[in-house]
């Protein structure tokens, strides 16, 4: 199947109003076809992306910020606030991601077969894909060219960009800066834990889906918040999804939720 972006991308280049006044190394770094699906996260409006991005709706203005447009307009729990923006803290969950899957899941599940999972889900819808909370870019690098990762941390989307170059963006997944429809799937890996509310941002990723996109997630699951952080019971995450929109479907694998879920 010939993925849905790829039109995008040879169809869409950069006009030349966008490259007005811009930074031209920052408006460079976002690739063609995803300028066309950005919008504002505050009311949805189009942008128009030059030296910032500014909305032609609500007319709020959003700056490039070490070479990422920042689009965030949200908030985050505030010991995550501080622990995301420390230097070495990106460096050691990188090398901790890597072995996290099969240690949480009591070596259930590897961290081979989570990325083969998410690939098998996703790919099929034919993209674009957005990986929300993407951190260092672990499911935006498996999902290809065709894929933006988001993420509130300047610290995590430079060292994303370097060990896993691609399209990146600073943003908050309640408020994802996005227009309706405009991905065939959706990533959401640890970053679930991290939300400040969960159930807004299960809703911004069904609202960016178009009709048959699907979502993929993984995440702790509970017994009950632990150090602030939300660990959802298995049937609280399932209402969860269907309140926002989703037919949802949760395996376990030791501490582990692995979750599919399709629009509804």
Not at 130 to 147: F, H, I, K, W
Not at 168 to 194: D, K, Q, S
Not at 247 to 258: N, V
Request: proline share 9%; glycine share 14%.
């Amino acid at each position: 199947m010939r993925p849905l972006w790829a039109g995008i991308a040879e169809e869409r280049p950069l006009a030349p109003r966008a490259l007005r006044g811009a930074s031209l190394v920052a408006v460079v770094s976002l690739p063609p076809w995803l300028l066309p699906l950005l919008a504002c996260p505050r009311c949805q409006g189009p942008l128009e992306v030059g030296g910032e991005a500014r909305c032609l709706g609500c007319g709020a203005r959003y700056p490039f910020r070490g070479g990422f447009l920042d689009l965030r307009a949200g908030r985050e729990r505030p010991h995550l606030w501080l622990a995301n923006r420390l230097p070495p803290i990106p460096l050691l969950y990188d090398a901790w991601r890597r072995r996290s899957t099969g240690l949480l899941s009591g070596k259930k599940l590897s961290h081979a077969e989570e990325l083969a999972r998410l690939r098998e889900w996703l790919l099929p819808t034919g993209g674009p894909f957005l990986d929300v909370g993407t951190g260092t870019g672990v499911y935006r690098e498996a999902l290809g060219n065709g894929a933006v990762g988001l993420d509130p941390s300047p610290a995590f989307l430079r060292v994303a960009r370097r060990r896993r170059p691609g399209a990146y963006l600073l943003g908050h997944g309640e408020h994802l800066p996005f227009r309706t429809g405009a991905f065939g799937g959706v990533a959401m890996g640890p970053t679930w834990n991290e939300f400040w509310d969960p159930l807004r941002a299960a809703q911004e990723a069904c609202r960016v889906l178009r009709p048959g996109g699907r979502l993929f997630g993984m995440l702790l699951l509970g017994p009950g918040a632990t150090f602030g952080l939300f660990r959802p019971q298995e049937e609280e995450l399932l209402h969860l999804l269907e309140r926002a929109g989703f037919r949802p479907h949760l395996e376990r694998f030791g501490a582990l939720g692995l979750l599919r879920a399709e629009v509804s």
